[in-house]
Each structure stands twice: as structure tokens, then as C-alpha cells.
């Protein structure tokens, strides 16, 4: 495991940029893929509102599907009702700001498969917004820095800056403070969602303030190389478990079925289970009623070695 010294946008955007100079009436499809929390610690409120935190985000194999073409006006589509076509909506405030950022008066289409459950601790509006930047910033043909995008990406939400770039990192203060990080995951990590959504601000609203120091970046790592022995822990379960003991049942289902650790993942309400073997984590998959969102991602995946449609 080591730390990367200057996170980068990954180079695959700089060769969709050139395609699309290129191509300039295809479209492009993006995978913005969700994301775990390896651990959560709340170490306390700041005098701005927010907490500071303590996690490790890692990427799973679930993503939604963005497809972005050339438009003189800024447009929005998705099949969801859930979610929100105006400029509410993460993608186009995402859109909305580059525009004001850069001075660009051109337009994109942008249409929005969604499959990532809507709050349910897998960010998936965040990664939605994130890879909207990206995409739209090799759209208009736009050199910006990475620091540039990740101040961008700071104001659309706190853990929006970690799906710029990278598989995994260790975060801390809102959760934009970020160190990434090469981890080797030796499991199948089997996601249960049920359909069940919760709010961050309200699982936030019912924590009890206790400030305390961070665990560090090593220890906190450490914990995740050793599952088994426990160390993990999100500081949500206790709060989500109380109103919600359909999650903590969920939690005991995966720990049943053979997963060496389970853990809910941000304020909830999906739960994922490491499972050292894929057999065991197929048929713990398939123990859950139809209504359940599950997703398996197999040991070492990496989406960043995945390309995207051009």
C-alpha cells in the first residue's frame, strides 16, 4: 500500500479530448462508479457546521452511466423520478459551474442512466457530479489543473473531490482532505442495499458530540488489511442501527453467511460484506428479497485500468 504523492486526472479524459476534437457530433458514455467507506469516524463539529471525519473511500464495481454530447443550451435527462431536473440537481450544478469558471457559452447534452440506490452511502450523486466536471471539461476542450477541479468539486459536495481520480483514499476534514492510496483488496465485497434511503444531514442531527483525535492514516489502513480482527468500525451504525434494526439484521446476514467483516457504509442504508470466497458471496447475494439492490466487486478491481465508452 503506499500513498500517491500528486493525485492526477487520469489521462484516459486528456484522450477523450483529443477524440472529440476529433468527433465533435458523437456523444461520450462515462462510468461514475459508487464508492464504500472503509471505517467512518465522526471527530467532531466544526464552528462552519460541518463535521470533521476520518475514512477511508475505495471504489466498487457499480456505476451509474453518463452520456454527454454537444448542445448550444445545457440540457439534463434521466429515466429516475427520484431525482430532480433543475439545477437542484448535482450533474448541472456541476455543469453550471464549470460554465461560470471557465467563461464557456457552450452547451451539453447530458442524459444520466442511474443505477447506484439514491442515498443510501454509496455517494452516487457525488460521483455523478464528479465525472460530469470531467467530462464536460474534455468537451469544451478546457486545461484545468487538478487543483482547479478539486476546488470545483468542493463546493458541489464534500466527498464529491474523491471520484475526480484514484480507486481509494484516506480523507479527512469534510472529507475533501484526501491521501490516496494503492490498496490491494484480497476480498469479494458483496453491497446490500435495501430499499431504504437515509439522510446524512438527519444521521448527523442524532450523533452525540464527542471530540476526539484521528486515529491516523497507518492505523486506520491497518485495520482494513486485517478485517477479521475487528477494527473497523463507522461511527453512523449505532445511530442507524436504532431506527433502522432492518440494517443491523442485514449486517448479521452478511456476517452469517461467511463475510470475515461487515460494515455500513457512510450514514447508510447499504451494508458491504468482504468475502474471501466468490461462492459465499454469491449465495449470500442471493438470501435477499428482490427488492434489495446487490452488487459484487471481485478482489483487486480497480476501475481506473477500465475505459469508458468513447
Known amino acids: 500500500m503506499e500513498e500517491q504523492s500528486k493525485p492526477t486526472v487520469s489521462c484516459f479524459y486528456t484522450v477523450i479530448a483529443v477524440f472529440w476534437n476529433k468527433f465533435e457530433t458523437m456523444a461520450m458514455k462515462l462510468r461514475a462508479y459508487a464508492k464504500i467507506n472503509f471505517g467512518l469516524r465522526i471527530l467532531g463539529k466544526r464552528r462552519d457546521g460541518y463535521h470533521d471525519i476520518e475514512t477511508?473511500?475505495?471504489?466498487?464495481?457499480l456505476f451509474d452511466e453518463l452520456e454527454i454530447a454537444p448542445s448550444?443550451?445545457?440540457?439534463?435527462?434521466c429515466g429516475s423520478a427520484k431525482l430532480p431536473r433543475d439545477d437542484s440537481n448535482l450533474c448541472l450544478r456541476a455543469a453550471i459551474a464549470l460554465q461560470k469558471y471557465?467563461?464557456?457559452s457552450k452547451g451539453a447534452r447530458i442524459s444520466l442512466t442511474k443505477r447506484i440506490p439514491i442515498a443510501a452511502g454509496l455517494g452516487g450523486g457525488s460521483s455523478d457530479a464528479a465525472t460530469t466536471l470531467k467530462g464536460l471539461s474534455a468537451l469544451w476542450n478546457l486545461d484545468l489543473t487538478v487543483h482547479e477541479l478539486h476546488q470545483l468539486s468542493t463546493a458541489l459536495g464534500?466527498?464529491?473531490p474523491f471520484f475526480l481520480d484514484g480507486a481509494s483514499a484516506y480523507a479527512t476534514g469534510r472529507g475533501e482532505i484526501l491521501q490516496r492510496l494503492d490498496l490491494e483488496i484480497p476480498y469479494w465485497i458483496l453491497v446490500a442495499t435495501p430499499p431504504l434511503s437515509i439522510s446524512t444531514a438527519w444521521a448527523y442531527s442524532k450523533f452525540i458530540e464527542n471530540h476526539q483525535p484521528p486515529t491516523g492514516m497507518e492505523r486506520f489502513t491497518r485495520a482494513i488489511q486485517n478485517p477479521a480482527e475487528g477494527g473497523m468500525q463507522n461511527d453512523f451504525e449505532p445511530i442507524v442501527f436504532?431506527?433502522?434494526?432492518?440494517?443491523k439484521q442485514l449486517k448479521g446476514s452478511l456476517l452469517k453467511a461467511g463475510a470475515v467483516q461487515a460494515l455500513l457504509s457512510g450514514s447508510g442504508s447499504s451494508v458491504f460484506g468482504l468475502f474471501e470466497r466468490q461462492e459465499d458471496a454469491r449465495q449470500a447475494s442471493?438470501?435477499?428479497p428482490k427488492q434489495y439492490t446487490c452488487s459484487l466487486t471481485e478482489p483487486s478491481f480497480n476501475p481506473d485500468l477500465i475505459r469508458s465508452e468513447p
Open 102 to 104: 471557465s467563461g464557456v
Open 286 to 288: 442471493g438470501q435477499f
Open 72 to 77: 448550444s443550451t445545457l440540457e439534463f435527462n
Open 158 to 160: 464534500s466527498d464529491v
Open 242 to 247: 436504532a431506527s433502522h434494526p432492518e440494517i
Open 56 to 61: 477511508v473511500f475505495h471504489k466498487i464495481d
